[in-house]
T-cell receptor, first 115, second 111 residues
Framework: DGGITQSPKYLFRKEGQNVTLSCEQNLNHDAMYWYRQDPGQGLRLIYYSQIVNDFQKGDIAEGYSVSREKKESFPLTVTSAQKNPTAFYLC??????????????FGPGTRLTVL | DAKTTQPPSMDCAEGRAANLPCNHSTISGNEYVYWYRQIHSQGPQYIIHGLKNNETNEMASLIITEDRKSSTLILPHATLRDTAVYYCIVRAYSSASKIIFGSGTRLSIRP
């Protein structure tokens, strides 16, 4: 089945360690996104990529890094510079609709807890 | 980019229509209105989107006012499985950025 996978569902790390969250899609979508969600809050955009080997900062990119070496993969690294990394991280993708707005498909999310 | 305003919570009786309002008074001419919902601890699910005409699909209907400053998502026959947080978003079709998710409306369905 086509979709977006994020693994693992739960991730624990010690403070000061970098951690990489995976996101893979087999929908052949050009655009991919990373969001962060804190308890009781909406989603905030961290990074996005419209095409392979290109990505742009979102609203809260500080302390995060990404790469887009393959169309189907968009890993997010949470670095030690991120002051409050504990959150629910969501990956999404969308295909470019020339005549319509984007429809985003979301993965199941990874809940990161930094101890 | 336009922001949206939604009531923080609503409730609806099972089997009745749930009408969720959204204000987007600063929407631009090229921005679409999108609705997503998120069930607890899962990724958001796309529901519907529109530009200026009313839209309907198998999940819901979207009513956009003529001045496009507000919209209403209608779930025609709410079930317990519709309990979720519903997000209203405005976004230009050519933009992959500036996707502003607010805090949404927490919809509770009463048995």
């Amino acid at each position: 089945d086509g979709g977006i996978t994020q693994s693992p569902k739960y991730l624990f790390r010690k403070e000061g360690q970098n951690v990489t969250l995976s996101c893979e899609q087999n929908l052949n979508h050009d655009a991919m996104y990373w969001y962060r969600q804190d308890p009781g809050q909406g989603l905030r955009l961290i990074y996005y990529s419209q095409i392979v080997n290109d990505f742009q900062k979102g609203d809260i990119a500080e302390g995060y890094s990404v790469s887009r070496e393959k169309k189907e993969s968009f890993p997010l690294t949470v670095t030690s510079a991120q002051k409050n990394p504990t959150a629910f991280y969501l990956c999404a993708s969308s295909i470019r609709h020339l005549q319509q707005g984007y429809e985003q498909f979301f993965g199941p999310g990874t809940r990161l807890t930094v101890l | 980019d336009a922001k949206t305003t939604q009531p923080p919570s609503m409730d609806c009786a099972e089997g009745r229509a749930a009408n969720l309002p959204c204000n987007h008074s600063t929407i631009s001419g090229n921005e679409y209105v999108y609705w997503y919902r998120q069930i607890h601890s899962q990724g958001p699910q796309y529901i519907i989107h529109g530009l200026k005409n009313n839209e309907t699909n198998e999940m819901a209907s979207l009513i956009i006012t003529e001045d496009r400053k507000s919209s209403t998502l209608i779930l025609p026959h709410a079930t317990l499985r519709d309990t979720a947080v519903y997000y209203c978003i405005v976004r230009a079709y050519s933009s992959a950025s500036k996707i502003i998710f607010g805090s949404g409306t927490r919809l509770s369905i009463r048995p």
